[in-house]
């Protein structure tokens, strides 16, 4: 099956997870695609001033990959610069939070999978 550029099912996040600003969500594959073993796997794009609060995962890791801009990461207490091509891990029970630090949208493929 392929999927086209432009056919993704696009929500956009006001505050999410009780962050600052706009999320848009592109949804890559279904839970269903992914056989239930995962929620999400999307392409993010926050807003410049933007961000995602700060948030656990329990029973569940998430990757994030870079794709573009200039990121602000709080790896379960750790501030951490990331940039393109950077990938970060969230293990089940820690936490994390991610903000838009530059002056253009920052894209990140992000992938939550079941543990």
């Given at each position: 099956?392929?999927?086209r550029n432009g056919s993704y099912p696009a929500k956009r996040v006001e505050?999410?997870?009780d962050g600052e600003g706009f999320v848009t969500l592109e949804s890559l594959l279904?839970?269903?695609e992914l056989y239930n073993k995962g929620r999400l796997?999307?392409?993010m794009?926050?807003?410049p001033g933007s961000s995602i609060g700060y948030h656990v995962h329990?029973?569940?890791m998430e990757a994030y990959y870079v794709l573009s801009g200039?990121?602000?990461l709080d790896d379960n207490g750790e501030t951490v610069a990331l940039n393109?091509?950077?990938t970060v891990y969230t293990a089940d029970g820690k936490g994390h939070s991610v903000k838009n630090a530059g002056a253009t949208p920052l894209k990140i493929l992000a992938v939550i999978l079941f543990t």
């Open positions: 099956m392929v999927k505050n999410m997870k279904t839970p269903d796997f999307s392409v794009t926050i807003d329990e029973g569940e200039e990121a602000e393109a091509g950077d």
